[in-house]
């Protein structure tokens, strides 16, 4: 099953602009992460935000997390054309160590 | 070099034909998982392993089986009973903590099977 349904399911900006995708989920988690994703790759961790945090930072990254409306967030600033991948939420619902993914954001950011 | 490999990243097979996707990981990490990835989709479980000689069901286990019986080493077998096996196939693993902690990825196998 698959928990988290992210928002918009594409997205292409220009160069410089900021890119916001979010996610949706179902039950309560423990911790909420982000992924990318290029083209015919493997998956990269960027970021996970705890159930009893609201805001985490990493570099251009910023991630919210509503648990009241479980949703979240994430905010990439002054994108580049090389932030061009697919981005995923996951989710841990507290069934052991694994995760459950969404179906994923399309980004697209042209020079 | 730390990380997982996952080999061959392309491969071909007939139908009928069972088939079996190398997944090997260096980070010294408890548990590991594999997903199969539709065109356009999310990632899907299929299994998932906490510990060497234990491996649990994920969501669409139909047609694939697994064995851990080495730390670092975590081969899927697609079987023939597996209807639609053309897809892409991630491994993962993880540190096992209180919950759910970043996984680390493989590059991937595209499985084709005509």
């Known amino acids: 099953s698959q928990q988290g349904e992210e928002d918009p399911q594409a997205l292409s900006i220009q160069e410089g602009e900021n890119a916001t995708m979010n996610c949706s989920y179902k039950?309560?988690?423990?911790?909420l992460q982000w992924y990318r994703q290029n083209s015919g790759r493997g998956l990269v961790h960027l970021i996970l935000?705890?159930?009893?945090?609201r805001e985490k930072h990493s570099g251009r990254l910023r991630v919210t997390l509503d648990t009241s409306k479980k949703s979240s967030s994430l905010l990439i600033t002054a994108s580049r054309a090389a932030d061009t991948a697919s981005y995923f939420c996951?989710?841990?619902?507290?069934?052991?160590?694994?995760?459950?993914f969404g179906t994923g954001t399309q980004l697209k950011v042209e020079l | 070099d730390g990380g997982i490999t996952q080999s061959p990243k392309y491969l071909f097979r007939k139908e009928g034909q069972n088939v079996t996707l190398s997944c090997e990981q260096n980070l010294n990490h408890d548990a590991m998982y594999w997903y199969r990835q539709d065109p356009g989709q999310g990632l899907r479980l299929i299994y998932y392993?906490?510990?060497?000689?234990?491996?649990q069901k994920g969501d669409i286990a139909e047609g694939y089986s697994v064995s851990r019986e080495k730390k670092e080493s975590f081969p899927l077998t697609v079987t023939s009973a597996q209807k639609n096996p053309t897809a892409f196939y991630l491994c993962?693993?993880?540190?096992?903590?209180?919950?759910?902690?970043?996984?680390?990825f493989g590059p991937g196998t595209r499985l084709t099977v005509t």
């Open positions: 993962a693993s993880s540190r096992t903590t209180g919950s759910a902690s970043e996984q680390y």
């Open positions: 039950t309560s988690i423990n911790n």
């Open positions: 996951a989710t841990d619902e507290g069934g052991g160590n694994k995760l459950t």
């Open positions: 392993s906490q510990i060497v000689n234990d491996f």
């Open positions: 935000i705890r159930s009893n945090e």
